[in-house]
């Protein structure tokens, strides 16, 4: 199907709509935990040679509290998945001190990563599973931080839906789920063609869905 991304309808005022234009499926967003202002005014440029616009609002948003209300009091029957995934990037310093993080250092606790979703508690939630090289950065989930947020989402009564995104991460998936903190059936998404992680091809693809538990 052909679907809308997320940035056209920021706070779910609109995908209704869009839905009647013949859309497959709408993402909203890109919403925060918090609402947010985005980035200063002016922030939206034309540039007249080349025929183009330059973007750069950033994540303005009402917050996600907000949009899952405006979701709920439209479309009980939808099922809404919040993301844990911020706060999980590092970006290293300068060659000559990269102990010292760089800009667009995320990183943070477990328990700010899934504070909206105690306080929201969607249908369902992501849990990233494993640390690797994300683009030119790192994104970090060590097993103590995934054992962390598991137990909180656990306790909210939300299913999580397992992102593993190599065999790395199915192995350290499986391992948690003998922790028995989550109900069956288990819910996996395999994500592939992020670098650098797994690459996207059909071979890949069942190689690692023929690794993922029966149940």
Not at 48 to 63: H, K, P, S, T, Y
């Amino acid at each position: 199907p052909i679907g809308m991304a997320a940035g056209f309808d920021k706070n779910a005022e609109v995908y209704n709509s869009l839905f009647k234009l013949g859309f497959g499926f709408v993402e909203v967003g890109t919403v925060t935990p918090l609402p947010q202002y985005g980035n200063p005014k002016p922030r939206v440029f034309r540039l007249i040679e080349d025929q183009a616009l330059v973007n750069r609002l950033g994540f303005n948003n009402f917050g996600a509290k907000n949009v899952v209300d405006r979701i709920r009091q439209v479309n009980d029957d939808v099922i809404i998945n919040l993301t844990t995934g911020p706060g999980a990037r590092i970006v290293l310093g300068e060659n000559s001190n990269p102990v010292e993080f760089g800009p667009g250092t995320t990183l943070t606790s477990p328990a700010n990563r899934v504070i909206h979703i105690e306080n929201i508690k969607p249908d369902i939630c992501s849990l990233d599973i494993g640390s690797f090289n994300f683009g030119p950065h790192i994104f970090v989930n060590s097993p103590d931080t995934v054992t962390e947020m598991a137990k909180k989402i656990s306790a909210t009564g939300v299913k999580p839906e397992l992102e593993v995104f190599d065999l790395g991460g199915i192995r350290q998936a499986k391992a948690l789920l003998k922790e028995d903190l989550f109900q069956k059936p288990y819910l996996f998404q395999i994500c592939l063609g992020i670098p650098w992680a797994a690459e996207s091809s059909p071979e890949i693809m069942m190689t690692m869905k023929n690794q993922l538990p029966d149940d």
